[in-house]
């Protein structure tokens, strides 16, 4: 990442990492779910967790805003509740709920018989692939970038992510493509890979 030291703690360097698993901030959001963990739900948990820690960090480092880790949990369970709607509409918990007890949530039942999610499809054998993202506040705002790349069994060979200053969507997502090609050519071991 392009910062040096987190945004929440300052005590290590900001790594995708530390941000979502090892900061003292995130690790208090993860134990907070821990007892929640079910597999009829727990992807949409995961993702849930991971994007409001995010948006916690970019209020941080955006606009100095300090969320505090009841805040972030707290606004996790309307994200779950709403993306767990989006999967299956007879899915009728409400974020309120959630907030009294993880009970109601544990004892649903997923009635649809197939859920179509957006699934990572690998490249082909003996290559990589780029996924890349601008973000963005509004049009034009603060953005950032980030990127993964991956092999064909799934590993991660290089993670980026950095604020690029004030710009349009359009032009983030762009950066992010740019700057994948960057390190794309600085890679040796990428010298004779087709992406």
Request: charged share 15%; net charge positive; proline share 4%.
């Amino acid at each position: 990442m392009c910062q040096n030291f987190c945004s929440w703690c300052s005590a290590e360097r900001e790594t995708e990492s530390h941000i979502f698993l090892s900061c003292k901030k995130s690790w208090l959001v993860w134990s907070w779910f821990q007892n929640w963990w079910d597999r009829k739900f727990w992807l949409n948990l995961f993702y849930a967790i991971v994007w409001s820690l995010w948006l916690a960090r970019n209020e941080k480092v955006f606009y100095g805003v300090n969320t505090s880790v009841v805040d972030i949990c707290t606004l996790t369970l309307p994200r779950l509740s709403l993306w767990m709607k989006a999967l299956d509409p007879t899915f009728s918990i409400l974020a309120m709920d959630l907030l009294i007890t993880s009970k109601s949530i544990k004892s649903w039942t997923n009635l649809l018989k197939e859920c179509r999610l957006a699934v990572w499809a690998a490249p082909p054998a003996s290559s990589f692939k780029w996924n890349v993202d601008g973000s963005f506040l509004g049009k034009p705002s603060l953005s950032a970038l980030g990127g993964v790349l991956q092999e064909s069994s799934g590993d991660f060979q290089c993670i980026f992510s950095c604020p690029v200053g004030y710009m349009d969507s359009n032009w983030a997502e762009l950066y992010a493509i740019r700057k994948a090609l960057e390190i794309y050519a600085a890679l040796p071991f990428l010298a004779n890979v087709l992406l």
